[in-house]
Each structure stands twice: as C-alpha cells, then as structure tokens.
C-alpha cells in the first residue's frame, strides 16, 4: 500500500493497521543489487528471499539472520537499510531474555552484541521462531497475548555470537533456524553517504524486484519459508558452541574411548558389556557435579535415560552401573576394532588426575 491506515471493527472490537513501506524516492535497483553482491556474493539469493518474504507477508516463520564480522564491514548499514522498510514496527533490543518483553509486538527485533546467555537464550530463541502467539508483558500492564510476527537479527564482531545445542545442528536446508553469515572487508573505497543512497532506493526496491522475487518462491516443504544454506560459519557456530559441563562430558568421553582398547583399565568389561559403573565418574576430579554430567550425557544420548542398578558382574564385583547407549556403544566398538592393545596410543596429558593413584 501507498499510504498507511487503520480499520476498526466494532463488533469484533478490533483495530487493524495497515502499515505502508517507505515511500519510494529514486528507482535505482542496480546499486543495491551491487551492494548485496558486495556483502553476500553467492548467498545474495537467501537474503533477497528473506527480504521479500519479509516485506510481502505477515506472521510467517523466517530464519533468524546472524551477522559477524569485525566492524567496518557493513553489518549495521544493511540493517540499519531493512529497518528503514518499515520504520515503525521496528526496534532494536540489547537481550532477548527479561521480565519485560515490549518487543514481541514488532516486526523485526536487532540485537547488537548480545551477551551469550547460554540455553535460555537459545530457547528464547527457539520460542521467536517456532511460537504461533506470544505473551507480551509491559511494565504497569497486565500481560496479553499477540500472534508472533517477530523477525530477529543477531549482529556481533564475535564468531560465536550465541550459544546453540550442538546436537540439533541442522541437516537440511530446508529445516535451518539460522542463516549465519561473516561479513568481510568491504573491496572498496568507505563512502560516507552509502547510507542515505541506499534509505532513498530501497522502498522501490521493495516494490519491484523484491515484490518479483517474492512471486517466485516455493514454500513448499520449507519449515521456514525459505531454503536456508548452512554455511561454513554456522556449522563452526554448532561445533564450538559448549558450556563447561559439555566440555567435561567431551573429556570424560575421550578418556573412555582412549581407556576401551586398555586391558589393565579397571571397568574394561563392564564397559564391553554396555555398562559404565558410577565410580567411573567419582574416580576422577571434576569441577561439575557428578549428577549433572550424567545428566548432560544422557540428555546428548550416551547413557540410557534409567537409574543406575546393579546390572553386571565381573570377578565378584556388580557395582551400580548406567546403561550405555546404542549411539556410544557403535563409537566404542569402533574404536575396539581400530586398535591393538600392544599399540594404544597414550594421550599427552592425562584429562583427568586421579584423587587416587
């Protein structure tokens, strides 16, 4: 539409806004195809896509866009240019998690530089982009409830801008929650007035080549409207994506896949036999509580989701014992086959120390 209203329905006791682009001022797209070309090269296609859902539909799911790069690479000019499309249903927000969410009434959310919160953040996230309706809660106000239309871009100099769960990395371009992209130096001069050329085409822009692209795109079979590429940047986002007790689980992993193949290691059989006993765990020191790394294992699907019991017995000894998963058992015999004992190879540092030698 060309000009913005509103429409009121009594009977339903409804406003309705219709909310108009920016209005066009010059009918230049060649410069900002140029431009996105600089930015994105060959993944220009996605963000074309995003942007033309963006501006043609409402309350439809979109990937989060996480921008990185060190600063003087354009970040905040081409979202500073997508926020002028619509002005008004636009804000920018320094976390995403709080008590008070004024910002679930928008369209598009920034967040520059956010602190990694670790997993509320990232099911905060989650929330954003799979949520039908969220809860709205304002200081001095009752909470209520809106339809979700929120569509977020995390910027940060920092490769790894948030934390993620890095067992549910995506597989599939068509079932991608992030579009991650690192921005790089720009291969020109700086301009100082790239701004403003690009705030005066962009609303025909979005009249002509976005509203042709939009008319193009299959939704078919996208759980996020558009087909979303993983890139070399999200799956290094995915892959050091870790809390300490994910760390310590990592290392109490390796220490047994390097101990299976031992015979003088202690639990050696009970292990073959898909059992790892508790005092696996209390032999070795360990800044996180014992309970918690058997619950992150379990969570991650290493262990089996039941209680220790006294399941096996080697040489007199049935010690309470968690069940080894299916998953791990495949990695371990694998590491069994792969290996003499007479040529194990012995790490350089110990992962562990020991409270007892």
């Known amino acids: 539409i060309d000009t913005s209203f509103y429409e009121c329905s009594i009977n339903l006791g409804l406003f309705t806004a219709h909310i108009a682009p920016v209005p066009v001022k010059i009918k230049d797209n060649d410069f900002i195809e140029n431009y996105l070309t600089e930015l994105f090269g060959t993944q220009k296609k996605v963000i074309k896509e995003w942007l033309a859902v963006y501006c043609n539909t409402n309350y439809r799911k979109l990937p989060h866009l996480i921008f990185t790069g060190v600063r003087g690479t354009s970040k905040s000019t081409f979202v500073e240019m997508v926020s002028r499309i619509f002005p008004n249903l636009f804000s920018w927000s320094k976390e995403l998690e709080g008590h008070f969410n004024p910002d679930a009434e928008k369209k598009l959310v920034v967040i520059d530089e956010c602190d990694n919160k670790g997993k509320i953040q990232y099911q905060t996230l989650k929330k954003y982009a799979g949520q039908s309706f969220i809860q709205v809660n304002k200081k001095y106000l009752p909470q209520y409830q809106v339809q979700n239309n929120v569509n977020l871009i995390i910027m940060s100099n920092d490769d790894e801008a948030i934390y993620v769960e890095r067992e549910e990395a995506p597989t599939d371009e068509k079932n991608n929650q992030f579009f991650v992209h690192k921005f790089k130096q720009l291969n020109c001069e700086i301009d100082p007035e790239l701004r403003e050329k690009l705030f005066d085409r962009i609303g025909y822009y979005v009249r002509t080549e976005l509203k042709t692209v939009f008319d193009s795109i299959s939704f078919k079979g996208n759980r996020y409207s558009i087909s979303v590429p993983i890139t070399e940047e999200e799956k290094l986002l995915f892959q050091n994506s870790i809390t300490e007790i994910e760390s310590e689980s990592d290392s109490l992993i390796a220490k047994l896949v390097i101990n299976i193949s031992n015979p ?26 014992k309970h918690k790394i058997i619950k992150d294992l379990q969570r991650r699907g290493y262990l089996k989701k039941e209680k220790s019991d ?48």
Not at 334 to 350: H, L, N, Y
């Open 310 to 357: 006294r399941y096996f017995q080697v040489n007199g000894k049935r010690p309470y014992s968690y069940k080894i998963s299916d998953k791990w058992m495949a990695e371990l015999n694998k590491e069994m086959q792969g290996c003499f004992v007479s040529s194990v190879a012995q790490p350089q540092a110990d992962l562990f120390v020991p409270l007892v030698n």
């Open 264 to 289: 003088s290691f202690e639990w050696v059989e009970f292990v073959k036999a898909g059992y790892l006993p508790n005092d696996y765990f209390t032999n070795y020191f360990m800044k996180t509580p």
